[in-house]
């Protein structure tokens, strides 16, 4: 069936450095690809998605490129902030079944 | 527009005991879905509907839940009788298609205790 493996966390960072968390994927088909976040106390929000092959997703300055031929959608961004820690879920649907399959999940914790 | 409505925030009840959740999608979302959130993983889908019918139950228990979604709007998913491993988030979500893209949006999600 399908799946997603992203990296273990926790993530700690110092404000500003660069972000990378890998996520790659199994799937039948071609997948939609998506990062969703989940601060302290909230829900899920969507980050960023892309639906085809070397479809770049962006927001709130990360960005994720899905990479057909590595199976992978890694999460990056430039210049980390206090206010990115949080939970960061990498995850795919099939195309006709919408459903999301989910990745555990990689804490990210970033000091000042 | 107002967000998925998910209540109550947070249960405890002793095993054998019943539960419910009430869900209320964001308006004019046809398709509804129930995660299962444990603690240190991924969410889990348990069940979705579009307007009332169930496309995909497959993952769901169900010889101790059930949900239902009368009139293609609320949501009620159920659990009795609980065991110690139902303590989980149970996150609810709403979608539209638009152009292909089902975009879900997840609702503040029940944190379920069971003792």
């Known amino acids: 069936g399908d799946s997603v493996t992203q990296m273990e966390g926790p993530v700690t960072l110092s404000e500003e450095a660069f972000l990378t968390i890998n996520c790659t994927y199994t799937?039948?088909?071609?997948?939609?690809l998506f990062w969703y976040v989940q601060y302290p106390g909230e829900g899920l929000q969507l980050l960023l998605k892309?639906?085809?092959?070397?479809d770049k997703g962006s927001n709130k300055g990360f960005e994720a490129t899905y990479r057909k031929e590595t199976t992978s959608f890694h999460l990056e961004k430039g210049s980390v902030q206090v206010s990115d820690s949080a939970v960061y879920f990498c995850?795919?649907?099939?195309?006709?079944?919408?459903?999301?399959?989910f990745g555990t999940g990689t804490r990210l914790l970033v000091s000042p | 527009e107002a967000g998925v409505a998910q209540s109550p925030r947070y249960k405890i009840i002793e095993k054998r005991q019943s539960v419910a959740f009430w869900c209320n999608p964001i308006?004019?979302?046809?398709?509804l879905y129930w995660y299962q959130q444990i603690l240190g993983q991924g969410p889990k889908l348990l069940i979705q509907?579009?307007?009332?019918?169930?496309?995909?139950d497959s993952q769901l228990p169900k010889d101790r839940f059930s949900a239902e979604r009368l009139k293609g709007v609320d949501s009620t998913l159920k659990i009795q009788p609980a065991k110690l491993e139902d303590s989980a988030v149970y996150l609810c979500?709403?979608?539209?298609?638009?152009?292909?893209?089902?975009?879900?949006?997840f609702g503040p999600g029940t944190r379920l205790t069971v003792t």
């Open positions: 892309a639906t085809k092959a070397d």
């Open positions: 308006s004019g979302h046809a398709t």
């Open positions: 509907f579009q307007n009332n019918g169930v496309v995909d």
């Open positions: 979500a709403s979608s539209f298609p638009d152009r292909g893209s089902y975009e879900q949006y």
């Open positions: 995850a795919l649907s099939n195309t006709g079944f919408q459903k999301l399959v």
């Open positions: 799937a039948t088909g071609y997948p939609s």
